[in-house]
């Protein structure tokens, strides 16, 4: 996906995966068929876009900016609403699962919650730094926020927070609820993504990047996630943090990564003024690749294909 004039900052996939959305530095948001036409073009924010997404239904899209506004617009490119009250630029903007409801998170320090005319329904408050990213549980009751401050924090819609994230050892970049909203990965300047139940409790590191992860997202059956980076590259892993695929090819910092609905494709945007388009297949392919990949490994490792029983039946 070609046609910014300048680097992408996200990229995702539509409800019906037929269709991506892009943000970029150029203050446009742009959307894509999948062979990478491109559809619509979004125009009228003053300043460069971070994020843009699409509603549950696919017919409207929210992106955020760093001109302190977040925008909702349909499908042509018609602007439909203009969100503003943060103090500092929109970092992130994202509907909740019903499609009735925006989050956005900001540098003030605070996530706001937002119906569709733009009217501010509630105010995140209790960070201590930056805001990075903000996004509704599945059943649509709770909210993640990131920070600056080293902590991810769970909030009812009422503002409440109801746990708290820490373990990091540097700044969080983003987080996200699994499909089943019982777990939450997050992504952070520490090189590491982590995998957390409601309560805060860590269960899995995934390790393996060289440097800061910028994303990290489920796959749709909630089995897989992936991670974008600094380092160039998006990689795929399981949910004991078991890295299963590597991602090459972009030419700077991939900053966000996402899978298509069906779990088959992953879209990644990134600093090389690029988006792309992969074929990731299930898990059982991903897996059987892995294997492949280590056998010249296990020749002189033996002990390593004990360790990984996964790959004894490949």
């Known amino acids: 996906l070609t046609g910014h004039q300048s680097p992408f900052y996200s990229a995702s996939f539509s409800p019906d995966g037929q269709r991506i959305v892009t943000a970029s530095e150029d203050k446009t948001a742009r959307v894509w068929d999948l062979s990478g036409k491109q559809i619509a073009v979004l125009t009228g924010h003053q300043s460069f876009l971070y994020s843009a997404s699409f509603s549950p239904d696919g017919q409207r899209i929210v ?4 001109d302190k506004t977040a925008r909702v617009w349909d499908l042509s490119g018609k602007q439909i609403a203009v969100l503003t009250g943060h103090q500092s630029p929109f970092y992130s903007a994202s509907f ?89 990965v997050t992504a952070s300047e520490d090189k590491t993504a982590r995998v957390w139940d409601l309560s805060g409790k860590q269960i899995a590191v995934l390790t393996g990047h060289q440097d800061r992860v910028i994303s990290a997202s489920f ?25 299963i695929a590597v991602l090459t090819g972009h030419q700077d910092t991939v900053i966000s990564a996402s899978f298509s609905p069906d779990g088959q494709r992953i879209v990644t945007a990134s600093l090389d003024k690029t988006a792309r388009v992969w074929h990731v297949g299930g898990l059982d392919e991903l897996l059987t690749r892995g294997c492949d990949w280590l056998k010249d490994y296990f020749v002189t490792h033996p002990e390593a294909r004990e360790r990984l029983k996964v790959c004894q039946k490949k």
């Open 63 to 66: 992106t955020a900016s760093d």
């Open 96 to 184: 909740s699962p019903d499609g009735q409801r925006i989050v956005t998170a900001s540098p003030d320090k605070t996530a706001r919650v937002w119906d569709l005319s733009g009217k501010q329904i509630a105010v995140l408050t209790g960070h201590q730094d930056v805001v990075k990213s903000a996004s509704f549980s599945p059943d649509g009751q709770r909210i993640v926020t990131v920070s600056g401050d080293k902590t991810a924090r769970v909030w009812d819609l009422s503002g409440k927070q109801i746990a708290v994230l820490t373990g990091h050892q540097s700044p969080f970049y983003s987080a996200s609820f699994s499909p089943d909203g019982q777990r939450i």
């Open 219 to 243: 796959s749709p059956d909630g089995q897989r996630i992936v991670t974008a980076s600094d380092d160039k590259t998006a990689r795929v892993w399981d949910l004991s943090g078991k890295q």
